[in-house]
């Protein structure tokens, strides 16, 4: 509880509040190690250093490579853990049900969140322009440099546990390849497999959020469509965002649009069969083909709804 109100005050203290996020930061970079048994103290602690990345930049640069430190340790230790339970590393024990439900307390307590709240730092660290300078050239010093932090942000969007988090790293992302930064797009657009993959992702939430309206709005009308009532078309995706009842958590309805713009650019490249914003036909349609079958279907629909 007493780290939560430390969070509420870097996140909502002002500049009054920064002269303490240097005493503080040491704090809760210890709270996120492993040997802190308590996942939610390491999870609101991992929201501390977000809120510091985000608020006080002037202050984080200072001790830049042990911010990276931390943040690389919570991502890789986390992403051990996922894999180990994909693979089944982690039910050795599966008859053991108490001991088995304390693990899956621990991941409901806030494993994720701790997770992605790192990921959100490392978003700001390679997205925010006052961070450049620090990371621009210093990968001796630093130990990495902002295109590869941008790839580990990539990999690990769209985020899901926070809703305020999630929309601003979908339109952090949206910037990024507005403003053609390599750093998010790669050389060459070389990233555009994974970015794709997020917008995939986010659609397919949106298309599935949209199948279930129609399905209500159906329901309404006794099963019978008929004039007046709300025809496939009716219903694009971005409306999805208003009203409570129908939220889209991933991205704001404008970030929405912008995705749709950029979602256009990829596809006339393959229509055009040329060189379209940056990316050819080639390049797209291997990035496709990457992609399991239910995202590919997303963005098809996506590719359907954006005309509307």
């Given at each position: 509880?007493?780290?939560?109100?430390?969070?509420?005050a870097?996140?909502?203290?002002?500049?009054?509040?920064?002269?303490?996020?240097a005493?503080?930061?040491?704090v809760?970079?210890?709270?996120?190690?492993?040997?802190?048994?308590?996942?939610?103290?390491?999870?609101?602690?991992?929201?501390?250093?977000?809120?510091?990345?985000?608020?006080?930049?002037?202050?984080v640069?200072?001790d830049l490579?042990?911010?990276?430190?931390c943040?690389?340790?919570?991502?890789?230790?986390?992403t051990?853990?996922?894999?180990?339970?994909?693979?089944?590393?982690?039910?050795?024990?599966?008859?053991?049900?108490e001991e088995?439900?304390?693990?899956?307390?621990?991941?409901?307590?806030?494993?994720?969140?701790?997770?992605?709240?790192?990921?959100?730092?490392?978003?700001?660290l390679?997205?925010d322009?006052?961070?450049r300078?620090?990371?621009?050239?210093?990968?001796?010093?630093?130990?990495v440099?902002?295109a590869?932090?941008?790839?580990?942000?990539?990999?690990?969007?769209?985020?899901?546990?926070?809703?305020?988090?999630a929309?601003?790293?979908?339109?952090?992302?949206?910037?990024?390849?507005?403003?053609?930064?390599?750093?998010?797009?790669?050389?060459?657009?070389?990233?555009?497999?994974?970015?794709?993959?997020?917008?995939?992702?986010?659609?397919?939430?949106?298309?599935?959020?949209?199948?279930?309206?129609?399905?209500?709005?159906e329901?309404?009308?006794?099963?019978?469509?008929?004039?007046?009532?709300?025809?496939?078309?009716?219903?694009?995706?971005?409306?999805?965002?208003?009203?409570?009842?129908?939220?889209?958590?991933?991205?704001?309805p404008?970030t929405?649009?912008?995705?749709?713009?950029?979602?256009?650019?990829?596809?006339?490249a393959?229509?055009?069969?040329?060189?379209?914003?940056?990316?050819?036909?080639?390049?797209?349609?291997?990035?496709?083909?990457?992609?399991?079958?239910?995202?590919?279907?997303?963005?098809?629909?996506?590719?359907?709804?954006?005309?509307?």
């Open positions: 509880f007493a780290v939560c109100l430390l969070d509420d870097i996140e909502f203290g002002g500049e009054a509040a920064h002269k303490y996020i005493t503080l930061m040491p809760l970079m210890a709270n996120t190690s492993s040997s802190v048994s308590h996942a939610v103290l390491r999870q609101s602690s991992s929201y501390g250093i977000a809120r510091a990345v985000a608020v006080a930049p002037h202050i640069c200072q490579p042990a911010v990276l430190a943040l690389h340790y919570i991502i890789s230790q986390s051990t853990k996922a894999s180990e339970k994909e693979t089944g590393d982690d039910n050795n024990n599966k008859d053991e049900g088995e439900d304390d693990d899956e307390e621990d991941g409901e307590d806030g494993s994720s969140g701790t997770l992605e709240n790192a990921v959100f730092a490392v978003g700001i390679c997205t322009p006052r961070y300078p620090a990371l621009e050239g210093c990968r001796e010093r630093l130990g440099d902002r590869e932090l941008a790839g580990l942000w990539l990999r690990h969007l769209p985020l899901r546990e926070d809703e305020a988090e929309k601003a790293a979908c339109k952090q992302l949206c910037d990024g390849l507005e403003e053609l930064d390599v750093a998010i797009c790669g050389e060459g657009f070389g990233k555009l497999g994974e970015i794709l993959r997020v917008f995939a992702e986010v659609f397919r939430f949106c298309v599935d959020k949209r199948e279930k309206l129609m399905k209500k709005n329901a309404k009308k006794d099963g019978m469509v008929h004039e007046g009532c709300m025809q496939e078309k009716d219903v694009g995706i971005v409306q999805l965002d208003d009203g409570d009842e129908n939220p889209c958590f991933f991205a704001h404008h929405l649009r912008r995705m749709m713009s950029f979602l256009r650019q990829v596809m006339a393959t229509s055009q069969q040329q060189q379209v914003g940056g990316f050819g036909a080639a390049q797209v349609e291997q990035a496709l083909q990457a992609l399991s079958p239910p995202l590919q279907h997303a963005l098809k629909q996506a590719q359907i709804l954006c005309k509307y």
